[in-house]
């Protein structure tokens, strides 16, 4: 992906809602195995981290 930083943050910030959506879908069916996913979190750390660098 091409793009700034700011691009890149937002993208990442997008996917972890649309997956944290997709898990309430999930859980609300009683696919637990399926809803329990980390990936919002892991986008969410990437994202930290990344404008924790731009600030250093």
């Given amino acids: 992906m091409k ?3 700011d691009d ?3 993208y990442r910030i997008e996917r972890a809602k ?5 898990a309430l879908i999930l859980s609300k069916k ?3 195995n ?3 996913n980390f990936e ?3 986008q969410l750390i990437s994202t930290i981290e990344i ?3 731009e600030n250093n």
Avoid: E
């Avoid at 649309?18 to 997709?22: A, H, L, V």
């Fill in 18 to 22: 649309d997956t944290y959506d997709d």
């Fill in 30 to 32: 009683s696919k637990w």
């Fill in 3 to 5: 793009g700034t930083k």
């Fill in 40 to 42: 919002p979190v892991k």
């Fill in 34 to 36: 399926s809803a329990i």
């Fill in 8 to 10: 890149l943050i937002k």
């Fill in 51 to 53: 404008m924790i660098q």
